[in-house]
């Protein structure tokens, strides 16, 4: 049985990398986007 203070540590642990999965998702789509419009725009 683990102590309520682990699980705790790994809830936080595991919230974290989905919210930087998150961040790098929409990093990701911004960056497309960005090219997107820089070739728009040499139209």
């Not at 540590?9 to 595991?14: D, F, G, N, V």
């Not at 497309?32 to 820089?38: A, N, R, S, T």
């Amino acid at each position: 049985m683990s102590s309520p203070a682990k699980y705790k540590k790994y809830e936080k642990e595991k919230s974290y990398e989905i919210y930087s999965i998150k961040k790098l998702s929409l990093y990701l789509f911004y960056t497309i986007l960005g090219i997107c419009e820089e070739n728009v725009m040499m139209i």
